[in-house]
């Protein structure tokens, strides 16, 4: 069976993930961006700070968990690849 390719590849330096290497991932960071823009002109920021700042974080761990399973995993790294 073969191994399917991480949508986030690990960056080179750091923690975490670089920008995506396949459309899944891409599509992915399209959908993240287009709910960040509809909070943004549903919620108000100015009026609710509250529950914008909630709701930007709720997207954004939804983000980081597509990130984790479908990443490679993360770890520090100093420049290898």
């Given at each position: 069976m073969?191994?399917q390719p991480?949508w986030?590849p690990?960056?080179?330096?750091?923690?975490?993930?670089?920008?995506p290497?396949?459309w899944?991932?891409?599509?992915?960071?399209a959908?993240?961006?287009?709910?960040?823009?509809?909070?943004?002109?549903?919620?108000?920021p100015?009026?609710?700070?509250l529950?914008?700042?909630?709701?930007l974080?709720?997207?954004?761990?939804?983000?980081?968990?597509?990130c984790?399973?479908?990443?490679e995993?993360p770890?520090w790294?100093?420049?290898?690849?």
């Amino acid at each position: 069976m073969q191994k399917q390719p991480y949508w986030f590849p690990a960056k080179r330096y750091g923690w975490g993930w670089g920008l995506p290497n396949c459309w899944q991932g891409w599509a992915v960071m399209a959908v993240y961006g287009l709910l960040v823009v509809t909070a943004v002109f549903s919620i108000r920021p100015e009026r609710e700070p509250l529950l914008f700042f909630a709701a930007l974080m709720v997207l954004t761990i939804a983000l980081v968990a597509v990130c984790w399973i479908k990443g490679e995993p993360p770890r520090w790294r100093w420049g290898e690849k």
